[in-house]
T-cell receptor, first 114, second 112 residues
Framework: DTAVSQTPKYLVTQMGNDKSIKCEQN?????MYWYKQDSKKFLKIMFSYNNKELIINETVPNRFSPKSPDKAHLNLHINSLELGDSAVYFC?????????????FGSGTQLSVL | AQKVTQAQTEISVVEKEDVTLDCVYE???????LFWYKQPPSGELVFLIRRNSFDEQNEISGRYSWNFQKSTSSFNFTITASQVVDSAVYFCALHNTDKLIFGTGTRLQVFP
């Protein structure tokens, strides 16, 4: 069983569309994250949720809205997609507290905006 | 400011060579945690090691070893007798509050 699973793996769409990426973890973790990896491989945190509550929002545009229906799921909705949104998006989760526990990552969703 | 610097963008070696990936960090915290992750060509991020700031002992795991030196704020990673399967992008990261701050990564290519 995959610990952190995200779907879809690949997402190709036109500018202006709205799309969602889903993430589920079966590890029983309380905290989940979304990270964005750009074309230069730079990894940057976007959001963090703890027990369905937003903990971190790293000045991400309002077009990005995370939703956590329960602590095992953290979905990412993106409205009015732009070319610059093309990247690989990683979902992650961790056990804890403490907050310094390692992150378990999903396999990534490669988003291409045309 | 919290920051992680991986100055080596790309390293190429031939199989069986030893290779060291550098990582330098900045933090004002007295207690902190450092990590290394591997990202193979398949794309997933694989946890390699976590080290806290109170433990300066070097760690060895098979062909992998880590050298943590607080005096120089470095947490370097050495692969001994490299293999083609070691080809990947390697990320050093610093734990800050509730998130990981990643370095820009070092792409390692091991040629047969």
């Amino acid at each position: 069983d995959t610990a952190v699973s995200q779907t879809p793996k690949y997402l190709v769409t036109q500018m202006g569309n709205d799309k969602s990426i889903k993430c589920e973890q079966n590890l029983g973790h309380d905290t989940m994250y979304w990270y964005k990896q750009d074309s230069k491989k730079f990894l940057k945190i976007m959001f963090s949720y703890n027990n369905k509550e937003l903990i971190i929002n790293e000045t991400v545009p309002n077009r990005f809205s995370p939703k956590s229906p329960d602590k095992a799921h953290l979905n990412l909705h993106i409205n009015s997609l732009e070319l610059g949104d093309s990247a690989v998006y990683f979902c992650a989760s961790r056990q804890g507290p403490p907050t310094n526990e390692k992150l378990f990552f999903g396999s990534g969703t490669q988003l291409s905006v045309l | 400011a919290q920051k992680v610097t991986q100055a080596q963008t790309e390293i190429s070696v031939v199989e069986k060579e030893d290779v060291t990936l550098d990582c330098v960090y900045e933090t004002r915290d007295t207690t902190y945690y450092l990590f290394w992750y591997k990202q193979p060509p398949s794309g997933e991020l694989v946890f390699l090691i976590r080290r806290n700031s109170f433990d300066e002992q070097n760690e060895i795991s098979g062909r992998y070893s880590w050298n943590f030196q607080k005096s120089t704020s470095s947490f370097n990673f050495t692969i001994t007798a490299s293999q083609v399967v070691d080809s990947a992008v390697y990320f050093c990261a610093l734990h800050n509050t509730d998130k990981l701050i990643f370095g820009t990564g070092t792409r390692l290519q091991v040629f047969p």
